[in-house]
């Protein structure tokens, strides 16, 4: 099986790619592809090649699954393939539909004409897989496009419609209708002229200043591109098109490509991009189950979480009624919404007329009778359980059967809120992230009861309001404010054994977090960590307390929300300030508990933050909270600013190694006697074994 489908039409030889869903180009493709253009030149009848793919893709590029194991480099690489289309003496057709990206626009240069659909999106989106285009494209692009051109598409990965070059040597024409029709009649037309076979390889690029422009360009490039190597080689790759033959620039862009794609920064988005897919797949919920008409959306809560919540559905076009118990409280929210939808017009994000049509989907009630046709709610009112009680009940008594009732809970216990109501197979937890109409994240709480109906219906609506949904099991804090609550909590207790705020924040920061714990707990507001914490205590009467940040909290002191926290906030500005009245309140609690403060370095803050979360990640694993490691790094990557180019803390946990990790968990549970430091057993037994989460 080759995946490539070969059949000679009136003369011309069709090769059509069929390795769905998106053609990505696989060894056996690959294959497929050369057998055929040999087949073609044995064959007298055919006078021409036309590739094809399907309606949905060209080729969305190399066939990214192969990266890790031998197959990427197996002959016929792309390169090889490429140079198959190069030198044949049979005129070749790319005829390009869908979307045509990184190696699959590779294979199209390499064609000697290219005929597309005007919309089919078309980009090197190498650079976010940590890479660059590795079989031609920083060579070849610029001598289609221009180099300017050329450059931004490839640093930035950007894709764009083919329509964007018209009247450039990259698309000979841009055609409506019946692709493979006009690829037919094209290819005709081309052995009747008998026209001279265009070779992008033979092609010129040029620039009036190169100095100067690839000055500028690794400039600015290396100024955005901190912690990843693969924009500045792509910089590098490029000007060897203007700088060196075309041979001697494929030798380099071959020699970058194989250097980067062995960078953990590579591994790492690579890893990232399949988790994002994968997030959406749910082990015992087949990928057919019927799902539910959302038509009618209410929320109930107008505060900023059901405000955001409220955004989504109306991006998505869905309308949305907003419930409130007092009308000034509707009339706040309302603003919100309006207010955002002002700002992006003003920053040229969105059309005066789409913002309007936006907020006509929106309504507001002061009644739950108003909800009674509603296809899905979602509450999103105070953290307290009497609270969800009250609501989930009225929903239940008021609500259509086959309505979704949904929480939009941070911790508490969705299979308790599904108690009270007679329908807890229609109840799930939908975990917004604050800002909800920002954070991409979205952890569907899966409860003890929900309906894989319901589930299933929820992944699909997280999907069409551009969500990244991922499916949590029931425990305290779901999957991420679990583990996040135990990177704080060594962040704090570190504080009371002799680290400062600032020292740990950089040194956070400069593993890569976008910010470091402590101003991510002044910015969250301290309040809603010490609720959780006091509930903690009343629960379990022997838990640690955190003293400097109860204290803190007792002081008023919530963080930005009420000017000061850890730090000090001018009115108006977000800029974390030291205030030595938080190192009084440090001292004070050392005195009091008897801490000798000793000093604490970066590597132990690193350890004890990341590693706290890889330990707790791997209990949520094997009591089946998250279903895959994967689920876990996504989860962390998109909802807690952890660096993309680590790939999330259990991919960061296999780069470092297990058994590498284990070590330090021992080390830990010697040094602080919190037995939270016991590796978990299936980190355990991973590292034993040698093997690896994902
Ligand atoms: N390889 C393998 N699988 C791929 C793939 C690829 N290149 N692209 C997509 N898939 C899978 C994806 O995992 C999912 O699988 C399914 O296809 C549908 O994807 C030498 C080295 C093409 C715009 O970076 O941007 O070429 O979950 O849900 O929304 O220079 O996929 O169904 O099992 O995203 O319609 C460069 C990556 C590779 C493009 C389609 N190419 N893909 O979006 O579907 S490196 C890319 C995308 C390269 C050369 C270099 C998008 C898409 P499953 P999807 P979509």
């Known amino acids: ?140 692009l610029p001598r289609l496009i221009g180099i300017e051109y050329a450059m931004n598409l490839i640093v930035s990965g950007t894709q764009v419609p083919a329509a964007m070059f018209q009247g450039t040597p990259l698309f000979d024409e841009l055609v409506e209708g019946d692709l493979l029709e006009s690829a037919l009649t094209f290819a005709k037309k081309v052995v009747e002229e008998q026209r001279p076979l265009k070779r992008v390889r033979d092609m010129k690029v040029s620039h009036p200043k190169p100095e100067a422009f690839f000055l500028w360009a690794k400039t600015s490039v290396g100024a955005v591109a901190k912690n990843y190597p693969a924009p500045l080689k792509c910089v590098e790759a490029v000007k060897a098109s203007i700088e060196k033959k075309f041979d001697d620039g494929i030798k380099l862009e071959r020699e970058l490509f194989a250097q980067l794609i062995q960078t953990p920064e590579s591994r790492a988005l690579r890893h990232a991009f399949f988790a994002d897919r994968a997030a959406g797949k749910i082990s015992d919920v087949a990928s057919d189950t019927p799902t539910r008409e959302i038509n009618k959306v209410g929320v109930i809560g107008a505060g900023t979480m059901g405000s955001g919540i409220a955004i989504n559905f109306l991006n998505a076009g869905i309308p949305v009624t907003i419930l409130e118990m007092k009308q000034e409280a509707l009339d706040r929210g309302v603003a919100h919404i309006k207010g955002v939808y002002e700002g992006r017009v003003k920053k040229g994000k969105m059309t005066q007329e789409s913002a309007e049509k936006k907020m006509g989907l929106l309504s507001t009630t002061l009644s739950y009778d108003d909800f009674k046709d509603m296809d899905l709610v979602i509450e999103a009112v105070f953290e307290d359980m009497g609270v969800k009680q009250k609501v989930f009940e009225t929903l239940d008594a008021t609500c259509k059967p086959g309505a979704i009732l949904a929480s939009n809970t941070s911790t508490l216990d969705l299979d308790k809120i599904a108690s009270f109501t007679k329908r807890p197979e229609d109840v799930i937890g939908l975990h917004f992230f604050s800002p909800a109409n920002v954070m991409k994240l979205l952890e569907v709480v899966r409860g003890e009861k929900t309906s894989k109906e319901v589930l299933a219906t929820s992944m699909k609506l997280a999907k069409k309001i551009k969500k990244t949904g991922v499916v949590s099991g029931v425990c305290d804090g779901f999957i991420g404010n679990r583990m996040v609550g135990k990177y704080q909590t060594e962040a704090l207790l570190m504080i009371e054994e002799g680290a400062s705020p600032q020292q740990i924040d950089k040194a956070i920061e400069k593993f890569g977090f976008v910010m470091g714990p402590i101003r991510m707990a002044d910015l969250a507001g301290g309040d809603i960590g010490w609720a959780i914490r006091k509930r903690h205590y009343e629960e379990k009467p022997d838990t640690r307390r955190l003293y400097v940040a109860d204290r803190l909290c007792e002081m008023g002191r919530f963080g930005q929300k009420t000017g000061a926290g850890f730090y000090k906030y001018e009115p108006g500005n977000r800029k974390p300030l030291h205030d030595p009245e938080v190192d009084r309140v440090i001292e004070e609690v050392r005195k009091e508990q008897g801490i000798t403060p000793r000093k604490i370095s970066d590597q132990e803050i690193v350890e004890r933050c990341v590693f706290a979360l890889v330990n707790e990640g791997a209990r949520i694993l094997e009591e089946g909270i998250a279903q895959r490691a994967s689920d876990i790094d996504i989860i962390y990557l998109t909802g807690y600013g952890f660096p993309v180019f680590r790939g999330g803390p259990m991919l960061y946990a296999d780069e470092v190694g297990l058994i590498n990790v284990e070590r330090a968990l021992q080390k830990y549970r010697k040094q602080t006697g919190n037995p939270f430091w016991e590796p978990a057993p299936l980190l355990a037994k991973l590292a034993a074994e040698g093997k690896t989460f994902n």
């Open 1 to 140: 099986m080759n995946n490539a489908h070969y059949e000679l039409q009136d003369g011309i030889a069709v090769i059509r790619l069929e390795n769905p869903p998106v053609n990505g180009l696989s060894y056996e493709l690959r294959r497929g592809i050369v057998d055929g253009i040999k087949k073609a030149e044995a064959d007298d009848n055919a006078k021409a090649v036309v590739i094809i793919g399907s309606d949905r893709a060209f080729s969305g590029g190399a066939d990214i699954t192969e990266f890790n194991t031998p197959k990427v480099m197996a002959e016929p690489t792309l390169p090889t393939v490429i140079n198959v289309l190069d030198s044949t003496e049979l005129p070749v057709v790319a005829a390009i539909g869908g979307v045509c990206m990184g190696g699959g626009l590779e294979l199209a240069m390499g064609c000697h004409f290219r005929i597309a659909h005007p919309q089919t999106q078309v980009a090197l989106p190498e650079v976010k897989l940590g890479l660059l285009p590795g079989a031609g494209g920083t060579q070849r």
